[in-house]
């Protein structure tokens, strides 16, 4: 895979002048960091694909990672090459051996993830149901370790309070760690950042800040990651997926509790 990235990589957060007020009416100056919002437009074989709303950092791993999530690709061995102009709006990436299917149209807009995010068509999609995941053994004190380590906060939540993290871990050591204003972004992102780092996903345990709907489960299972854990809540639909994909979903992980939803080794 050629990657060809010109974007000088951006600050992520901006500052602001606000008055902070309190309950009695005492009225202070302050400052406000807040996270950067951008756009990214995603070329396929030349087809703009989609639009992403993000924070402008890691965005080669973004692009990667998403299209992994979402079934176009099937590895880094799919993508012949990736272009990011210099200003990280635009995306190109080159795929080996596909051309687009027009017979699937439609426009979506990602309502669960951030406002703006599109998928412009769906040609590109892999055709065929999603197959399950392969259980892996595991141990609590792995996702103890991550609770702790989400715990100690990461530096753009630090500084704004607006981002999600995801951790992706084998065999209990965190490989790699992205932040995002969207939790979909943070996850695609932190399999991304895997993905080109050569971490066998199949290995590898998720642990995610954000709650976990139906769409971000799917995004495990299509990336084949047999442990998904989250420190916020499931949904039903949520946990009968996860049963029926053979995924282990452990919730509501702190660092010294959790809620093990479903694991099929049990």
Known sequence: MIILDRHTEEEATASYEVRCVNADGAEV????????????????????????????NHLIDLVIGRLFS????????????VYLCEHGTRARVTLRNRVADFSKTGINVVPSC???????????????????VVPIAWEHSWVFAAARTFAQDSPLHKCT??????????DGRIVCCREDLGRHN?????LGAALRAGVDLRQAM???????????????????VPILVTKAVPTDATIE??????LTLICSARPDSMRICHDPKA
């Open 186 to 190: 943070a996850f695609d992102k932190a």
């Open 161 to 170: 309070f607006g981002t999600h993290s995801c951790y992706v871990l084998v």
């Open 29 to 56: 100056p302050g400052d406000a960091t807040v996270l950067v919002e951008h756009n990214l437009d995603v070329f396929v074989n030349e087809i703009l694909t989609m639009r992403i709303v993000c924070t402008p």
């Open 114 to 132: 951030c406002t703006g995010n599109k998928l412009y068509n769906h040609y590109f999609d892999a055709d065929g149901a999603s197959e399950k």
């Open 241 to 246: 997926l996860a049963r029926a994909y053979d």
């Open 206 to 224: 998720v642990f995610s800040s954000g709650r976990i709907p139906v769409d971000m489960v799917m995004k495990a299972i299509r990336a084949s």
């Open 70 to 81: 979402e079934g176009v690709i099937s590895g880094v061995i799919d993508v012949e090459s």
